[in-house]
Each structure stands twice: as C-alpha cells, then as structure tokens.
C-alpha cells in the first residue's frame, strides 16, 4: 500500500529485491512517469533514482550540433 509521507509531495512504497538484484516498480509509479519498455537507473548520495527514458532527447542534440558547424 502506498503511503506520502508527512509534509513532503513524496510517494513511497517498499518493494523487494530478489536473490538476483531484481526489483519490480509498482504499476502506479511506471503510469504515472510514462515508462515504456526502458528507465535510466543513477546513483546519487546514496540513493538509486529511476529516471525515465525521454527518446527525443537525442534530436536536440543533432539541432545544436548543426547550429554550432
């Protein structure tokens, strides 16, 4: 069961790590950040962020490229 904690806009939930370092992320949080079929996984101050994938990320990156050359 999801819970928010007192006084922060933050949903937490305890999901299991399997033997194979597997975890599940519950249906309510993979709908509500549009994750599809990949999430990037960062390491911060002790804490693991799932992020999810933006796809169009790359075409900026070819729009700046060509204003720069």
């Known amino acids: 069961m999801m819970q928010k904690e007192k006084n922060r806009k933050t949903t937490k939930k305890r999901i299991a790590v399997s033997p194979k370092r597997q ?3 519950p249906l309510a949080f993979v709908k509500q950040l ?3 079929y990949e999430a990037d996984c960062v390491l911060e ?7 999810p994938v933006c796809e169009d ?3 900026f990156d070819e729009l700046i490229l ?3 050359m």
């Open 23 to 25: 975890i599940t992320l």
């Open 34 to 36: 549009g994750i599809e």
């Open 45 to 51: 101050q002790n804490a693991i962020k799932i992020l």
């Open 57 to 59: 990320a790359g075409a």
């Open 66 to 68: 060509a204003e720069i």
